[in-house]
């Protein structure tokens, strides 16, 4: 669960620190105040987007860490992914300076923003204000349903996923197939032509790194003459002349050699004259080595050049550079081989069945996976609507065969009636703002359960809500966060009086006159008073503090 949660400098906070407990707390305060830009704060350090905009104005960067608790999944990433688990927990960390730039820590270690996000995945799951505005598309309809059966079952992620892969290896055969039955003339035209380049290049066999190697000896062989001109200079210089440098040299070590008895200050000299006398002999045996090496070789020079010209030539043709044609060897050939299985349409059929085969295999067992699901998900929202005042309304999750897709062999469509007697319809034409916002908290719940994500955080998915309802809603949350550890952004004070901790968002202004939101964490006292406000507005009466001290001690 999440146990701290330090803010600087972001948007309109100076400086905040929080401590949560577990169990269900809510977040409060009048509109402006910055409730829901602790959530902001929070998805940042989870890897959310932030760029400069976040930095509070004035400051150099804005710096956010939450501290959680990780135990199971969490930890095991967190293992696997090298970040030592700090004190039993993952502090999560993001800092953005007011150019922009981002870093990220996972336990003081660098991370990058992706990491946050996968390990934030394990530990939190965010409902927001709008999310019963995605419940509306055909997508997150089918990504919500198949999300409680991979809950249900761990294989549905996998057929999910192989449905997905196959069909689209079926498409691409499919296509391959329309192309060749289509342009079938073309096709043979271009084989042609790529036969005729892959053999010229098998033909002449150029090999990764052979430019550089053949220029390296075109370059030896053509200056061999002046090669051993100089080497052999060089070696009557130092060893075979009259008056060779080598034997003056050690005749001079040896004069040296007897005046250093005499004075001993000249050793040094001898000193370095003795090395040098070492490295002349081995520059002698390197010179007569190289010289047994080095052969004027005119017939190899013809046979190398005539190889370059070949090189070179070739991959002017070819539009590519020498160093490229092995390269541009292995890619039309790599064509021409796609080319002729293409022309092979018999064999694209079978193997377009083949593959088409599968699919229909692996769509048919996630079709069945979801059904289940689809059963139990409409069962259990359409019990949680019952509790939400939608008496005899009831929730469906249809399945409505379709053409193949990349998600299978259905569409996924919510259904829901808002009272009894009535078929069920789909949820964009049926449900008015207040129902979509009950169905969809319903839905949020429903699903929460089936996660075991420590951290639960709704932001203000209560709206649109209110009355006995709203009572309701407080007590779901209140029940949700006798398993996990539950965070509400509300205006109600019906959800705000069942919470176990309550925070009051507001706004002051500092000595420059700078706005700035703090937090305060409300004792009982503190609680009437923010209750009595949410209930009664700006002027607090002893009958909305009444009231207050009521839906409390409810």
């Given at each position: 669960?999440?146990?701290?949660?330090?803010?600087?400098?972001?948007?309109i906070v100076?400086?905040?620190?929080?401590?949560?407990?577990?169990?269900?707390?809510v977040?409060?305060?009048?509109?402006?105040?910055g409730?829901?830009i602790?959530?902001?704060?929070?998805?940042?350090?989870?890897?959310?987007?932030?760029d400069?905009s976040?930095?509070?104005?004035?400051?150099?960067?804005?710096?956010?860490?939450?501290?959680?608790?990780?135990?199971?999944?969490?930890?095991?990433?967190?293992?696997?992914?090298?970040?030592?688990?700090?004190?039993?927990?993952?502090?999560?960390?993001?800092?953005?300076?007011?150019?922009?730039?981002?870093?990220?820590?996972?336990?003081?270690?660098?991370?990058?923003?992706?990491?946050?996000?996968?390990?934030?995945?394990?530990l939190?799951?965010?409902?927001?204000?709008?999310?019963?505005?995605?419940?509306?598309?055909?997508d997150a309809?089918?990504?919500?349903?198949?999300?409680?059966?991979?809950?249900?079952?761990?294989?549905?992620?996998?057929?999910?996923?192989?449905?997905?892969?196959?069909?689209?290896?079926?498409?691409?055969?499919a296509?391959?197939?329309?192309?060749?039955?289509?342009n079938?003339?073309?096709?043979?035209i271009?084989?042609?032509?790529?036969?005729?380049?892959?053999?010229?290049?098998?033909?002449?066999?150029?090999?990764?790194?052979?430019?550089?190697?053949?220029?390296?000896?075109?370059s030896r062989?053509s200056?061999?003459?002046?090669?051993?001109?100089?080497?052999?200079?060089?070696?009557?210089?130092?060893?075979?002349?009259?008056?060779?440098?080598?034997?003056?040299?050690?005749?001079?070590?040896?004069?040296?050699?007897?005046?250093?008895?005499?004075?001993?200050?000249?050793?040094?000299?001898?000193?370095?004259?003795?090395?040098?006398?070492?490295?002349?002999?081995?520059?002698?045996?390197a010179?007569n080595d190289y010289?047994?090496?080095?052969?004027?070789?005119?017939?190899r020079?013809?046979?190398?050049?005539?190889?370059?010209?070949?090189?070179?030539?070739?991959?002017?043709?070819?539009?590519?550079?020498?160093?490229?044609?092995?390269?541009?060897?292995?890619?039309?050939?790599?064509?021409?081989?796609?080319?002729?299985?293409?022309?092979?349409?018999?064999?694209?059929?079978?193997?377009?069945?083949?593959?088409?085969?599968?699919y229909?295999?692996?769509?048919?067992?996630?079709?069945?996976t979801?059904t289940?699901?689809?059963?139990?998900?409409?069962?259990?929202?359409?019990?949680?609507?019952?509790?939400?005042?939608?008496?005899?309304?009831?929730?469906?999750?249809?399945?409505?065969p379709?053409?193949?897709?990349?998600s299978?062999?259905e569409?996924?469509?919510f259904l829901?009636?808002?009272?009894?007697?009535?078929?069920?319809?789909?949820?964009?034409?049926?449900?008015?703002?207040?129902?979509?916002?009950?169905?969809?908290?319903?839905?949020?719940?429903?699903?929460?359960?089936?996660?075991?994500?420590p951290?639960?955080?709704?932001d203000?998915v209560?709206?649109?809500?209110?009355?006995?309802?709203?009572?309701?809603?407080?007590?779901?949350l209140?029940?949700?966060?006798?398993?996990?550890?539950?965070?509400?952004?509300?205006?109600?004070?019906?959800?705000?009086?069942?919470a176990n901790?309550?925070f009051q968002?507001?706004?002051?202004?500092?000595?420059?006159?700078?706005t700035?939101?703090?937090?305060?964490?409300?004792d009982?006292?503190?609680?009437?008073?923010?209750?009595?406000r949410?209930?009664?507005?700006l002027?607090?009466?002893?009958?909305?503090r009444?009231?207050?001290?009521?839906?409390?001690?409810?």
């Amino acid at each position: 669960m999440l146990r701290t949660l330090s803010i600087r400098d972001f948007v309109i906070v100076e400086s905040i620190e929080l401590e949560f407990a577990s169990g269900f707390s809510v977040f409060t305060g009048e509109t402006g105040a910055g409730k829901s830009i602790l959530i902001d704060a929070l998805q940042l350090a989870l890897g959310g987007r932030g760029d400069a905009s976040v930095v509070r104005e004035g400051a150099p960067k804005a710096d956010i860490s939450a501290d959680f608790s990780a135990s199971g999944a969490a930890a095991d990433w967190l293992a696997a992914n090298e970040f030592a688990l700090d004190e039993g927990g993952a502090l999560l960390r993001r800092v953005i300076d007011n150019a922009g730039r981002s870093k990220a820590y996972i336990n003081g270690i660098a991370a990058t923003a992706t990491q946050l996000r996968d390990l934030g995945d394990l530990l939190v799951d965010i409902h927001g204000q709008h999310a019963h505005q995605s419940l509306l598309k055909a997508d997150a309809q089918r990504a919500l349903l198949d999300n409680q059966a991979a809950f249900k079952d761990a294989g549905a992620a996998d057929d999910a996923r192989s449905v997905a892969a196959a069909y689209k290896a079926w498409r691409a055969l499919a296509r391959q197939r329309e192309e060749f039955e289509t342009n079938a003339k073309n096709v043979l035209i271009e084989r042609e032509r790529l036969e005729w380049q892959v053999a010229e290049l098998e033909k002449l066999a150029v090999k990764p790194g052979e430019w550089a190697e053949i220029g390296n000896e075109h370059s030896r062989l053509s200056h061999a003459a002046s090669l051993l001109e100089g080497a052999q200079e060089a070696l009557a210089a130092i060893s075979e002349s009259d008056h060779p440098i080598i034997s003056q040299l050690s005749s001079l070590n040896q004069k040296i050699g007897k005046l250093v008895d005499v004075d001993a200050q000249l050793q040094p000299v001898l000193d370095c004259m003795a090395p040098a006398l070492i490295q002349l002999q081995e520059a002698v045996y390197a010179l007569n080595d190289y010289l047994d090496k080095v052969d004027l070789d005119p017939a190899r020079l013809r046979e190398v050049e005539a190889r370059l010209d070949a090189i070179h030539s070739t991959a002017r043709k070819f539009r590519v550079t020498p160093e490229e044609l092995p390269g541009e060897h292995a890619a039309l050939a790599e064509r021409l081989a796609q080319l002729a299985d293409a022309s092979d349409l018999d064999g694209l059929r079978k193997q377009e069945e083949k593959i088409k085969a599968g699919y229909m295999t692996a769509a048919a067992r996630l079709s069945k996976t979801r059904t289940a699901a689809a059963k139990l998900l409409s069962t259990q929202v359409t019990a949680a609507m019952q509790e939400l005042s939608m008496n005899g309304g009831s929730f469906v999750v249809g399945l409505n065969p379709s053409e193949p897709t990349a998600s299978g062999l259905e569409q996924v469509e919510f259904l829901v009636a808002g009272h009894a007697g009535v078929a069920p319809r789909p949820l964009a034409k049926v449900a008015s703002g207040g129902e979509l916002a009950r169905i969809a908290l319903a839905i949020s719940v429903i699903t929460s359960n089936a996660t075991t994500t420590p951290t639960l955080i709704f932001d203000e998915v209560d709206s649109g809500i209110g009355g006995a309802v709203a009572e309701v809603v407080g007590r779901l949350l209140k029940r949700l966060g006798q398993e996990r550890q539950v965070l509400c952004v509300t205006h109600l004070p019906q959800v705000a009086s069942q919470a176990n901790q309550h925070f009051q968002v507001a706004k002051g202004t500092t000595d420059s006159g700078k706005t700035v939101s703090h937090i305060d964490v409300l004792d009982n006292k503190a609680r009437v008073e923010e209750v009595a406000r949410m209930l009664g507005g700006l002027e607090i009466t002893a009958t909305t503090r009444k009231h207050a001290r009521e839906l409390l001690a409810s």
